[in-house]
């Protein structure tokens, strides 16, 4: 009798645990690469670049292979994220810089993801690249909802990992780095900056932002990094003529670029499993959800070559580009217990999307303001996952460029500065995914249409006036 007491009392305990492990709101990680494309990673179909720690992330939860950037470069595609508004509402929609450090900045006149979970009991740190707004200026990451901000508060500043100071919220921390004596790599100490958020505050529910710079250029790397020179033999590379000495402007010269590029994959794939390695030895790896994608497609700068990678794979363009290759990302999604090992999806979704999905998570309403569509039931199998009408991108260099994707449908327009109401481009993706086919003149009631969402889409923004003029 006295036995089944005990079991009963066991079972009862172990129930109640059960119960308050599944209320219990997750902790939220998302990586977010700098310039990748979606060929850069093995499970995406990289080849040449070693990514373990990723392909075994993708093994344990699912491959999203319809997933969008905000758009084609670093801060309008942030601001899509932060703001969970497409490139046609978010504040923020270019790379416009403010003297002497710094960009355009977020305003408060909309929510970012980071102050929404901040209210709702999360611990908020970000760590790596922010971009949106100045030390000080109402952009400032610790003035838009994070408890705690380490790395480039600039966009023009990483481009170089060797800098002479970085961000510790609004406390610059200077580092004996030159030209000619590179000491410190930024990369390494914000990824420690970053496990000591981790383990501050694992008794408390946290959302870790992880904006790491790699790959972007400059093509960079501490001195004597193994896996630099096992690529250099891997690829049989011969260094290319460089000048003897840097004068810090630009990017740095790289004398072997498949090498360094692929190093520095590697090292985001490192940085990524150590996280990883971080959540399951304090026992919280069964209660985070971890996502990583990319901010936007496949650089061509500091002597990166993404035809050798095929980085944008089986797609059309690059950065800067409104083609998939500009815009399409790597997507992987693991959460233990709640995403089925090894799933792949082809639910279509954007940056604007994570807004919503991470109020769910956290068990609050998202704002009226976001373009963004929950996509937990597209992760989890659970519950009825919406559709989008329709996705929408523009970006105002290059003679101002805009896209629409509508099922699977797309529509791009170039020059659209000069020319707005120019010819738009049409693609079936479903057939033609590498955009290769112009079927416009075979659909005009389909391009009718597109022009019509892109107008819609495109509200005005006196701060990001060129495309105004539509």
């Avoid at 977020?106 to 740190?125: H, R």
């Amino acid at each position: 009798m006295r036995s089944l007491l005990l079991l009963c009392l066991l079972a009862a305990s172990c129930t109640a645990q059960q119960k308050q492990e599944a209320t219990k709101k997750p902790n939220i990680v998302l990586i977010l690469a700098d310039d990748l494309g979606y060929g850069d990673v093995g499970c995406f179909g990289q080849t040449k670049i070693h990514t373990p720690y990723l392909d075994s992330l993708a093994t344990r939860g699912i491959r999203l292979t319809q997933f969008y950037a905000g758009t084609t470069v670093c801060a309008p595609s942030r601001s899509s994220l932060m703001t969970g508004q497409h490139t046609g509402h978010t504040p923020i929609r270019g790379n416009r810089e403010i003297q002497p450090e710094g960009q355009w900045p977020l305003p408060d006149t909309v929510s970012t993801i980071a102050e929404i979970l901040q209210k709702a009991g999360y611990a908020t740190g970000a760590f790596g690249k922010w971009g949106l707004g100045a030390v000080g200026s109402v952009g400032d990451p610790v003035k838009r909802g994070f408890g705690e901000f380490f790395g480039y508060n600039c966009q023009r500043q990483s481009h170089n990992f060797f800098p002479d100071h970085l961000w510790h919220n609004d406390q610059r921390i200077d580092y004996p780095n030159t030209p000619d004596s590179q000491n410190v790599y930024a990369a390494q100490e914000i990824q420690e900056r970053a496990l000591a958020f981790i383990d501050a505050h694992k008794e408390e529910p946290f959302f870790l932002f992880l904006p790491y710079t790699l790959p972007h250029a400059a093509l960079q790397l501490p001195a004597g990094d193994s896996t630099f020179e096992y690529y250099k033999k891997a690829f049989n590379e011969q260094p290319r003529p460089v000048p003897a000495t840097w004068d810090g402007k630009g990017y740095q010269p790289q004398a072997y670029p498949h090498a360094a590029y692929a190093a520095m994959v590697s090292r985001l794939d490192t940085y990524a499993g150590q996280v990883l390695h971080k959540l399951r030895d304090l026992g919280l790896d069964s209660n985070t959800i971890v996502i990583f994608t990319s901010d936007n497609g496949p650089h061509q700068e500091g002597g990166h070559d993404p035809d050798f990678f095929k980085s944008n794979g089986p797609f059309r363009g690059i950065k800067r580009d409104v083609y998939e290759g500009g815009i399409h990302e790597p997507m992987i999604v693991s959460w233990p217990g709640h995403i089925r090992p090894g799933a792949t999806s082809e639910h279509v979704g954007a940056f604007w999307d994570f807004m919503p999905t991470f109020a769910e998570l956290a068990g609050v309403a998202a704002p009226s303001q976001t373009d963004g569509i929950s996509f937990l039931p597209a992760l989890t199998g659970k519950g009825t996952q919406r559709q989008h009408d329709y996705l929408y991108w523009e970006f105002h260099e290059k003679g101002g460029r805009r896209a629409v994707r509508m099922g699977n449908w797309k529509a791009v327009q170039l020059d659209v500065i000069a020319q707005p109401d120019g010819p738009v481009e049409l693609y079936q993706l479903d057939s033609d995914p590498g955009e290769e086919k112009d079927v416009a003149a075979q659909h005009p009631e389909i391009v009718e249409k597109m022009r019509a969402l892109m107008r819609e889409a495109h509200r005005p923004n006196s701060a990001f006036p060129k495309m105004d003029g539509q």
